[in-house]
């Protein structure tokens, strides 16, 4: 069963897309690294809100990266550039159907 965490914010305005999207580029090759990753997903949308959808084997998985990501140099920058005021998140398992 998939554990799936969703998280959507906003940028502060001094940061560029650009500057995000670089982040995610070195989070990403962080993440190749790490026990049961299945993928990770980044979009934006028209009012400014971004989006990422991460996806592990399990929730112990995807919890052991929450504890240790700030370890890793693109999650420290990647982290300067949000506005946490902004963020949500949730999480779920994924439902599996025969």
């Known amino acids: ?3 799936v965490g969703i998280a959507k914010f906003k940028i502060k305005p001094e940061f560029t897309d650009a500057s995000m999207l670089k982040a995610e580029k070195g989070i990403r090759e962080a993440m190749k690294t790490q026990k049961g990753f299945l993928g990770r997903e980044l979009g934006k949308f028209e009012d400014g809100f971004w989006i990422v959808t991460i996806k ?3 929730k112990e998985n995807g919890s052991k990266w929450t504890e240790n990501s700030k370890q890793f140099e693109a999650v ?11 963020m949500r998140m ?5 439902q599996i159907i025969n």
């Open 1 to 3: 069963m998939e554990f």
């Open 76 to 86: 420290q920058k990647q982290h300067l550039m949000l506005d946490f005021s902004t």
């Open 56 to 58: 592990w084997d399990s």
């Open 90 to 94: 949730e999480f779920y398992q994924n």
